[in-house]
């Protein structure tokens, strides 16, 4: 239990200072960033792999279409996610980006409901209406849909749907979606190379490693998440994924000095609360489930 919850506290807070990263890259395009993301994140899942002899489940994917079609659609998905992302971060974006990921949870809870057809309870259903209102208020006060935050938020849940009924484990998964991913990545790369545009091969020695170390920077906080995943109950999980979107938001209004105006705050503060009633319905359930069975525990033993 313990070591879950350092794993996934591990894992949320690399992911929230995610923008400190993208940012010392920023004076590289968005899409050269992306395709090394994809071509280092293969190469270091590969690696992994090949450490612990875990590619029995390769030979026999071509067999198996409908997981392969499940992971091209998880591939583009995470493609067009961290695509967005950087160039939200290096385009001055931090807080609109940080919305993304505190509305995801609510995007996962109406995923639910429409898609696997689970049956919400009141609380989930008024701390969605509750983040909708928070949303309508942004755009009302922006003048426009905050597209970064909804784009990021709607990719990864359906991400998260995908992965959570694909049959391959969390570094297996990445390194199929990276494969898949990477004739394009390296066509691209290979392109700019070819037209004397690579900003890496003209870039500082510094900038080629922060790139090149994407692969690890990328893998990871998955690899914490889901060692977490299996060691604590996914309530927890939903109470500490909160640490990623704070600090990118933190970092956004304090360390760059992204505009936060009060009336701005309203709409992220309905989305607060919104999330706070999720948690603890969350939290609420949890004890609820868990009451009977030590109950049921203390009665056996006597």
């Not at 991913?181 to 066509?187: H, I, S, T």
């Amino acid at each position: 239990m313990k070591a879950g919850l350092l794993y996934a506290a591990a894992a949320y807070l690399l992911w929230g200072l995610f923008p400190l990263y993208f940012k010392a890259l920023q004076g590289l395009p968005a899409s050269e960033i992306l395709a090394h993301r994809m071509t280092w994140s293969l190469l270091f899942c590969a690696l992994l792999l090949t450490l612990l002899q875990r590619w029995k489940w390769l030979p026999g994917l071509l067999h198996r279409p409908r997981v392969l079609a499940t992971f091209v659609t998880s591939a583009a998905l995470v493609a067009l996610n961290w695509g967005i992302y950087i160039w939200a971060v290096n385009a001055n974006h931090v807080v609109d980006a940080s919305l993304g990921y505190f509305i995801n949870p609510l995007v996962n809870v109406l995923i639910g409901a429409f898609v696997l057809h689970e049956r919400l309870r009141r609380p989930q259903w008024t701390a969605v209406a509750i983040a909708a209102v928070g949303v309508t208020w942004l755009t009302w006060e922006a003048g426009h849909l905050p597209w970064i935050g909804l784009t990021l938020a709607m990719t990864w849940g359906l991400y998260g749907l995908l992965r959570k009924t694909g049959a391959l484990g969390a570094i297996e998964g990445l390194a199929l979606e990276t494969a898949l991913l990477f004739p394009f990545a390296l066509g691209y790369l290979t392109w700019l190379a070819a037209h004397g545009q690579s900003a890496f091969i003209d870039s500082s020695a510094t900038v080629q490693w922060l790139l090149a170390a994407l692969g690890p920077v990328t893998a990871i906080p998955l690899l914490l998440f889901a060692a977490a995943a299996r060691r604590i109950a996914f309530a927890h999980l939903g109470i500490l994924q909160y640490i990623s979107p704070t600090l990118q938001l933190l970092t956004g209004v304090w360390l760059y000095h992204e505009p936060f105006a009060a009336t701005r705050a309203v709409g992220y503060g309905l989305i607060g609360i919104a999330l706070a009633i999720f948690a603890i319905d969350g939290l609420w359930q949890l004890r609820s489930r868990i009451t009977p069975v030590r109950a049921a525990g203390a009665t056996s033993r006597d």
